[in-house]
């Protein structure tokens, strides 16, 4: 009788000690929010990796292009001079503008001699370009992945890793990827 009391307490004292060590949710804390904070880690090339990144490289049946950290598709405007945004007011809120707190840290795939930033006059912003040219994200765009805004009145494009327009379309039933501006 005394054994099997004397295993029963030696199991629960193990069991006790396993979860003060810790389980599989060990990630650091904010001390300021409380939340889990995202570790940054960056590679010998000073490229971070892509969940910490404000701008990395996906494939998408377009090709591979820009996404944002969370990988929701990076647009141009073909209308924005270089490093100037155009694009206010009703424009913006169809296309807001991709902006950085910060230093730009830059993912796998992009060319970190080609990630810039401007402020934005209207809003204050920090709106991050990419080969001089302000970046976007389409409202429309529900998902990473989506790509609904390729070609749209044929002045909105994704944007390659070279930092050019991606002009082609996905198919011919979707002429320009979504509704207006």
Known sequence: MRMRSFTTVAIAALAVIAMACGDADDAPVDDDTGAEAEEQVDDPDGET??????????ESPLGDHLVTADGMTIYLFTEDPEGESVCTDDCLANWPAVTV????????????DLVGTIEREDTGETQLTYAGMP???????AAPGDVEGQGVND?????????????????DDDENG???Y
């Open 49 to 58: 990796d892509a969940a910490a990144a404000d701008v990395a490289v996906a």
């Open 101 to 112: 707190d910060g230093d730009p840290q830059v993912g796998d795939g992009v060319d970190g």
């Open 135 to 141: 970046l976007y994200l389409f409202a429309a765009d």
């Open 155 to 171: 002045v909105w494009f994704v944007v390659a890793p070279d930092g050019s327009a991606i002009e082609g379309d996905l198919d």
């Open 178 to 180: 979504g509704g207006g």
